[in-house]
């Protein structure tokens, strides 16, 4: 009878509520300066203790959570051994202050891992599986590199097939460069242009939201015994960025390979910069976000992987990109606000020819090439630093796109959040 069609729409309607995928909401994030590589003030310090202290600082910053409702807490890192191995996202959750129920997990997909523990943690929201999680990233050049060095083991087999798979990510660049025509000068006009943006930006103090000062102690070695102390620092800004770069002087730098090939063109002043740090963005269920008044930043839209040739890793993006936008019927030109990782100026000068991305939109405060580049860390800083510049700049939507070691381009599509009336 009518009463009965009528319990069945209501049964019906019920289960297509409880089904409707979720929004995940980003609605905060931390990370450390970066410091460089070996001779910054992270060069004796452990991924749990960088990434603890940026995960404590972004669950501060969501005003309405508690650390005992984080669900899980996933990490990105690209080389997720010695001081940022043993599960280090695990580790850095209970350094924060998370209670044994948080769980946590680590992740590769190299230099998008940061990125992809973001999407992770958001992937977990919208499925149900967690009301609360945690996209993180962490990478300790210093403490890790000298080991990876001495115990990557190449598979003989496989590196017949696919020999650069083991390539250096450098190489890859000097491939992409010459195959396709991105110039040494506009390489480095590039590079001076990214400088001069991240120090405009330093100077606004247009990252200082982002930032969580981190006391520890480095490594000193004396330039004349050569007698190593250890000296007690606070990491509290970026310190790889050079503010006095200039097209003349960034010019005269010799090529990394040039010995190994006489036409290479990335320097040390047109690549990414080695350094250690940690990020973290808190991801949240939107409804809970919205009715807790959590302060959010923006929502995760839509996230594409692409693969490519391993010898030009660097076109990734412009594989993603078509793939991300597709999802989602939206063309380059919707888009307000683009991050694209500098891992070397030929990837995003690359991307914005092929892709017709106006470069005024792209990495608006500098990026990698200025402010340094911990590998499996710097997804989860972009994804941080475009939603707040995105809130500055009344923005709608940005992109986030890494090319990635292997020969792979991950992209994610963001909806900014209005910012919260001061």
């Known amino acids: 009878g009518t009463s009965r069609q009528k319990r069945w729409c209501r049964d019906l309607v019920k289960v297509v509520e409880e089904e409707r995928m979720r929004r995940a909401a980003v609605v905060s994030t931390a990370r450390t300066g970066l410091a460089k590589?070996?001779?910054?003030?992270?060069?004796?310090?452990?991924?749990?203790?960088?990434?603890?202290a940026t995960i404590e600082a972004a669950i501060e910053r969501a005003k309405v959570i508690d650390a005992s409702e984080v669900d899980d807490v996933i990490a990105g890192c690209g080389f997720p051994e010695g001081a940022t191995g043993f599960n280090v996202a695990r580790n850095a959750a209970l350094r924060a202050g998370c209670p044994a129920s948080t769980s946590g997990a680590t992740i590769n997909r190299f230099c998008s891992s940061g990125l992809q523990a973001v999407v992770n943690a958001a992937q977990h929201v919208t499925s149900g599986a967690a009301d609360v999680a945690i996209g993180s990233?962490?990478?300790?050049?210093?403490?890790?590199?000298?080991?990876?060095?001495?115990?990557?083991?190449?598979?003989?087999?496989?590196?017949?097939?696919?020999?650069?798979?083991?390539?250096?990510?450098?190489?890859?660049?000097?491939?992409?460069?010459?195959?396709?025509?991105?110039?040494?000068?506009?390489?480095?006009?590039?590079?001076v242009e990214c400088q001069k943006r991240t120090a405009e930006a330093q100077a606004a103090g247009k990252f200082d939201r982002e930032l969580v000062a981190v006391?520890?102690?480095?490594?000193?070695?004396?330039?004349?015994?050569?007698?190593?102390?250890?000296?007690?620092?606070?990491?509290?800004?970026?310190?790889?960025?050079?503010?006095?770069?200039?097209?003349?002087?960034?010019?005269?730098?010799?090529?990394?390979r040039v010995e190994q090939d006489p036409t290479a063109t990335v320097t040390a002043g047109n690549a990414s910069q080695l350094s250690d740090g940690a990020s973290a963005c808190v991801v949240m269920d939107a409804d809970l976000a919205a009715k807790r008044g959590a302060p959010v930043l923006g929502w995760l839209q839509a996230y594409a992987v692409a693969g490519c040739q391993?010898?030009?890793?660097?076109?990734?993006?412009?594989?993603?990109?078509?793939?991300?936008?597709?999802?989602?019927?939206?063309?380059?030109?919707?888009?307000?606000l683009w991050e694209i990782n500098e891992a070397f100026a030929c990837v995003p000068l690359y991307a914005i020819r092929e892709l017709h991305i106006d470069p005024a939109k792209v990495n608006v405060n500098g990026g990698s090439i200025a402010i340094g580049h911990p590998?499996?860390?710097?997804?989860?800083?972009?994804?941080?630093?475009?939603?707040?510049?995105?809130?500055?700049?009344k923005a709608k939507r940005a992109v986030v796109t890494m090319c990635i070691g292997g020969g792979m381009g991950a992209a994610a599509l963001f909806e900014v959040a209005a910012a919260a009336a001061a």
């Open 37 to 52: 590589s070996y001779r910054g003030g992270f060069n004796a310090t452990h991924g749990a203790v960088m990434l603890g």
């Open 137 to 191: 990233g962490v990478e300790s050049i210093s403490l890790v590199q000298p080991v990876v060095a001495k115990t990557t083991v190449v598979e003989e087999e496989l590196s017949k097939t696919w020999p650069a798979l083991w390539m250096p990510m450098i190489e890859t660049a000097d491939i992409l460069a010459a195959r396709y025509g991105v110039s040494r000068e506009a390489q480095d006009e590039y590079a």
């Open 215 to 256: 006391s520890t102690v480095m490594n000193v070695v004396d330039k004349a015994t050569k007698e190593v102390s250890r000296v007690p620092c606070v990491v509290d800004r970026d310190d790889c960025n050079r503010p006095g770069t200039t097209l003349e002087g960034i010019a005269k730098l010799l090529p990394v």
């Open 310 to 336: 391993p010898d030009e890793m660097g076109v990734g993006p412009v594989h993603a990109v078509p793939k991300l936008l597709k999802q989602v019927g939206l063309t380059v030109d919707d888009i307000d």
């Open 375 to 393: 590998f499996g860390m710097t997804g989860s800083r972009m994804v941080g630093h475009v939603l707040i510049e995105g809130q500055r700049r």
